[in-house]
């Protein structure tokens, strides 16, 4: 049983595999298929269309006009406000009523920057992640 164990016994059951994978590769040449020049070909019958005029349809916009390049939204279930981040700088609650067009936008915090990011933390506090201007 110490001869399992013994230094020696180890090195030539770690090296003998170690040989075996390289005689075994060596063996085997890597030959790949030929890729098939006709599947090069270029076909305009596989581009799909680049505007699909059914996919904005039942969507309503909410505070067009109002929220400036909004980046990014979270939507807290408890009060059924939408918040979102700005280019300019505001994370802004939109509250919706009846219609898109009832909906009612509110500054809430200023963050300095442009949140790119917004998220509900713990304890249902907003998180948001914010590039700041550079200063040139």
């Not at 390049?69 to 802004?92: F, M, N, Q």
Request: aromatic residues 12%; proline residues 7%; glycine residues 8%.
């Amino acid at each position: 049983m110490h001869l399992l164990f013994s230094p020696r016994f180890l090195f030539f059951s770690a090296l003998i595999p170690f040989l075996a994978s390289i005689a075994l590769y060596r063996i085997d040449t890597f030959d790949p298929a030929r890729f098939p020049a006709e599947s090069l070909v270029y076909s305009t019958n596989s581009i799909p269309p680049l505007l699909n005029d059914r996919f904005l349809t039942g969507a309503e916009f909410i505070g067009v006009g109002l929220l400036n390049s909004p980046e990014d939204i979270a939507y807290h279930r408890d009060s059924g406000l939408i918040y979102t981040g700005c280019a300019d700088g505001w994370v802004k609650r939109v509250k919706v009523l009846e219609t898109a067009n009832d909906s009612a936008v509110e500054d809430w915090v200023n963050t300095g920057g442009r949140p790119l990011g917004i998220d509900f933390g713990l304890y249902v506090r907003a998180l948001s992640h914010i590039s700041l201007p550079s200063k040139s």
